[in-house]
């Protein structure tokens, strides 16, 4: 996995990060808030530990950059500030969980684990049947073919995919997907349903997308 942990204090820096590197991780270390923007253009992480108090600011001032952003990753407070208001407010605004200062070394671990457990299951990626979409690269996967989509097609496919089986019909696909205003007599969803089609159907193979005659349209689970 790789971590950044962003915390001024060195001894306890030094243990997280000696631990980590023990258990196999990638650890890059940021001091600042400053150093902890640069990590975090330049990579991706699997998890941020953060500290709160911090030479140049607030740990929630990063908390809500990320979250504003809507960067899913998931983020472990580690603070000497304990008490319940600080707790809910920081998870209110985003944190996955909060570890209060002194912490045992198996207990980050094991928040760790779970904080990411939790991000894979909230769903960055959407399976139906052989049919996989990844919620934040927008790239849709069927067998051998796979196809980055464009915005509206991916919230079609993406609306499907979240009802897998279910019968939809055009007006609430319309409602859900183009928002209202729409005339249910515009065939802007067969439209759409054909564009996917193109992409991730396999000739003399059942359609991604099943037409239901006089109903609507469904994914099969
Ligand atoms: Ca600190």
Aim: charged share 25%.
């Amino acid at each position: 996995m790789r971590v950044l942990l962003v915390e001024d204090e060195d001894r306890l820096a030094a243990f997280v990060i000696g631990g980590l590197r023990a258990e196999g991780h990638a650890v890059d270390h940021a001091s600042t808030l400053a150093e902890a923007h640069r990590y975090l253009d330049g990579g991706q992480y699997d998890v941020v530990l953060l500290d709160l108090l911090l030479p140049d600011g607030h740990g929630r001032a990063l908390l809500r950059g990320l979250r504003a952003r809507d960067t899913e990753v998931p983020v472990i407070v580690l603070s000497a500030l304990g008490t319940t208001d600080d707790k809910v407010g920081l998870l209110d605004e985003g944190a996955d969980d909060y570890l209060v200062k002194p912490f045992e070394f198996a207990e980050l671990v094991a928040r760790i684990r779970a904080a990411t457990r939790h991000g894979q299951r909230s769903s960055r990626l959407l399976c139906v049947g052989d049919l996989a979409l990844d919620t934040k690269t927008r790239i849709a996967t069927r067998g051998n073919l796979s196809a980055e989509l464009p915005s509206r097609e991916f919230a079609l496919l993406e609306y499907l995919m979240r009802h897998p089986g279910q019968v939809l019909t055009r007006q609430q696909i319309l409602d859900a997907v183009w928002g209202f205003g729409f005339e249910s007599a515009s065939n802007v969803v067969d439209v759409y349903v054909g564009y996917l089609r193109r992409k991730l159907d396999r000739p003399g193979e059942p359609s991604v997308i099943e037409t239901i005659r006089g109903a609507g349209y469904r994914v099969r689970p």
